[in-house]
């Protein structure tokens, strides 16, 4: 199978809350998902990739908009010196904080959740953010959903 079979409304609604869930709480592994399902279903790729990125943009909007304090969620005050050192570091680099942004997005480091939380706190446009986040999500989910396929043979 090529990756990209028939759409599958049940692939993509349940990958689509896994991406929520694992976009909100930390512990929760999208990337243990994403290759489990490559590995063990005949899940269609874009059907996975494409759910999993809205399901974590729409949690990392949600975190956007708690950085930008339109949404009060008191938890995220454990993680409040996680999200200083992001935003210090979205703040040191203002002209990079494009790359800062689309870096976390795909490797996950600074974490894509403390750098979500800090793009709003610093006012990043909330459109610029998307489109990075997004754009790099595809691209780690890609290599996850692929990866065990091409190793597989």
Known sequence: MN?????DPGYFVSSLGVGIVSGLV??????VYIAGMAALSQAPAASII?????????AKAILYQVGKGAITMPWLLRAKEKIHKASESL???????DAVVLLSAITGFPPFYAVSVAAGMLNMSFWTFMAIGTFGRILRFSVVFYLPRYLAG
């Open 91 to 97: 703040h040191r680099h203002e002209k990079g904080a």
């Open 3 to 7: 990756g990209l079979g028939a759409w």
């Open 26 to 31: 930390p512990f929760v592994n999208i990337e």
């Open 50 to 58: 494409a759910s999993t990125t809205l399901g974590q943009m729409i």
